[in-house]
């Protein structure tokens, strides 16, 4: 059953009292207010790198970093530390930093150290909450990259080595139901490996990669992987998908390409994401995918003259579990390319960044899309999408958006230049942080939102698969108890429009209990196994009305 809309009238009515009400204040860049349509708030004027990659982790510290052959960052290393590599391409000795730890809740950061470029690569979060960071260009285009999470500030990158066997740029990187990562493509790599290694062979051939290849362009680099629910693999590559046996190394189904036959991966970048997993008790899953933006076919080429054709403004929607799937299409408020997707815990969809012309790649963006829009998965088609309040900071080529524990989104990054440019040129590069507060946060629902007091799976205790899970709750209104459920989201690794491993699992609600003043209990099932969600830490959200509490980290192995 579909989840009803929050009360958007009461919603419009408050927002328009706001809109008057901040007409007459003072300029305040920081925060920007809009009729029904979220908030925008200025974390940090710079970090000091460009946010092309990053990665929430359980201590709520988001990893950042860019490439190390950008040229010198505008942050020093600390303690006097430097970078002095031999095989790098600008910069052999280098003193700053290319990466960053971000402590949302402390909202201040600290300069990292890489030791190898890690430009355009992938990474996924190993069950014990380690960032597992893989591939790169030049000397990084085979390193295995670790970063374990702490608490204080001793913590940094540690470099394995060329831990993987073929090179891996512009490659994508999942966690599987047995915890390893399997890394897929990459230019010129149409084959997939695992991480860590046994003893099997290193790389397996994976055709469909040569196939959507187009020659002199590729439009099939990070591909978008997501795992169903009978735990093999969905990938999708330029306009068309199979699902994939990744222990027989088998193609269990090719899906048909989407309609126009337009190209959607990069640099025709458009974003995809897994809608929310529900009814996870069932036999079989509905499991639903959706592609939006990306560049008409032949973009790339016409840029190289100089020519910015209008980007698509369509997506296409595929039940991948269907006996006979097909691509529907829906039309968004703008054209987007460069777009990012990410899962907001009440299920929803934030499409946000990118640009209405050109495509990926260096300088060959225009007209940046400002006005991020909600999408609503559940509300009848025709109806789904809404614009959103518009930043006022162009994020175009390499920016990211992650969803944080708190229900705002981090953005970050725009740098189309093939190093650091702040003067001269269209669009600037961007070292700031933004959170965007989607409408759920805004205080007109307060007395909707829940606050998790306790669960069974509180911190330091694992929860296991196919148990029942007990969330305890307050709301200081009147709650509509087949109005309130339980979300897990499996927090993202963003790069290049496409969030590696995000995944958000509906648990439903068996049974809502008064347990006191404004005080309740919700019981649900977890999912019965890795094949739906793979071991590791998730955000767990107690819903009602379509209003998320802040998430409470767990833990399921």
Same mark, same amino acid.
């Given at each position: ?36 349509? @979220? /908030? ?25 970093? $860019? ?16 970078? &002095?590599?031999?095989?790098?391409? *600008?910069?052999?000795? $280098? ?8 402590? *949302?809740?402390? &909202? ?19 069950? $014990? ?13 085979? =390193? ?6 702490? !608490? ?14 073929? #090179? ?53 680099? %990070? ?73 008409? #076919? ?11 054709? /209008?980007? /698509? ?7 991948? &579990? ?17 777009? +990012? ?5 009440? @299920? ?43 930043? =006022? ?12 524990? $708190?229900?705002?989104? /981090?953005?970050?990054?725009? &740098?189309?230049?093939?190093? %650091? ?25 307060? +007395?909707?939102?829940?606050?998790? *007091? ?6 330091? #205790? ?11 709750? =307050? ?18 690794? !963003? ?63």
């Amino acid at each position: 059953m579909s989840q009803p809309s929050m009360p958007r009238y009461t919603s419009i009515l408050f927002f328009l009292f706001l809109q008057l009400f901040f007409a007459a204040q003072p300029y305040h860049r920081t925060v920007t207010y809009a009729a029904g349509s @979220g /908030l925008w708030q200025l974390l940090q004027n710079s970090i000091g790198i460009t946010a092309m990659h990053m990665q929430l982790l359980s201590n709520d510290r988001v990893v950042i970093y $860019d490439r190390t052959d950008f040229g010198r960052s505008n942050l020093s290393l600390p303690d006097g530390k430097c970078r &002095n590599d031999s095989s790098e391409l *600008v910069i052999k000795y $280098d003193c700053t930093a290319h990466s960053v730890e971000y402590d *949302v809740l402390a &909202n201040r950061f600290r300069p990292l150290m890489v030791q190898s470029d890690v430009w355009c690569s992938s990474g996924a979060v190993f069950p $014990d909450g380690r960032l597992i960071q893989t591939g790169g260009f030049n000397d990084g285009e085979r =390193k295995v990259r670790i970063f374990s999470p702490c !608490n204080g500030s001793d913590c940094d990158w540690e470099e394995v080595g060329d831990g993987l066997k073929a #090179k891996r740029w512009y490659a994508t990187s999942h966690i599987l139901p047995d915890g390893r990562q399997i890394i897929i493509g990459g230019r010129r790599q149409f084959n997939y490996e695992f991480y860590p290694k046994s003893s099997a062979p290193n790389v397996y051939s994976l055709p469909f990669l040569m196939e959507t290849n187009d020659r002199g362009i590729e439009n099939n680099l %990070y591909p978008s992987v997501f795992l169903n629910g009978d735990g093999n693999l969905f990938i999708f590559a330029n306009n068309r998908a199979i699902l994939f046996d990744h222990k027989t190394n088998k193609v269990l189904k090719t899906y048909p390409a989407i309609p126009g036959g337009d190209p959607r991966s990069y640099p025709s970048t458009g974003s995809a994401v897994l809608l929310p997993l529900k009814n996870l008790q069932a036999s079989t899953i509905e499991a639903e995918v959706l592609v939006c933006g990306g560049a008409p #076919k032949g973009s790339y080429a016409k840029v190289e003259n100089g020519n910015f054709v /209008l980007a /698509l403004d369509t997506c296409a929607r595929i039940k991948i &579990n269907d006996p006979n799937p097909r691509w529907v299409m829906e039309t968004m408020p703008t054209a987007r390319v460069m777009g +990012d997707m990410t899962l907001l815990p009440n @299920g929803n969809v934030l499409i946000i960044n990118g640009a209405r012309a050109g495509t990926a790649g260096w300088e060959k963006g225009r007209d940046p899309v400002l006005n991020p829009v909600l999408y609503r998965p559940d509300d009848a088609s025709g109806s789904r999408f809404e614009l959103q309040n518009p930043s =006022k900071i162009p994020r175009m080529y390499h920016s990211t958006a992650i969803l944080l524990r $708190d229900g705002r989104v /981090l953005v970050g990054g725009s &740098n189309p230049h093939i190093g %650091y440019e702040f003067t001269g040129v269209i669009f600037p590069t961007e070292l700031s942080l933004e959170a965007f507060s989607p409408p759920y946060l805004d205080p007109n629902f307060d +007395d909707l939102r829940p606050t998790i *007091v306790s669960s069974s799976a509180s911190e330091g #205790k694992n929860i296991g698969y196919g148990q029942k899970l007990l969330v305890r709750f =307050k709301v200081t209104s009147k709650i509509v108890t087949d109005m309130v459920s339980v979300t897990m989201v499996a927090p993202a690794f !963003n790069t290049h429009s496409f969030s590696m491993n995000h995944r958000l699992l509906v648990l439903g609600n068996e049974k809502v209990t008064v347990v006191g003043a404004s005080t309740y209990d919700i019981q649900v099932m977890t999912p019965r196994s890795g094949d739906l969600a793979p071991p590791g830490y998730y955000m767990l959200y107690v819903v009602h009305q379509q209003i998320p509490s802040e998430g409470l980290w767990v833990k399921i192995l």
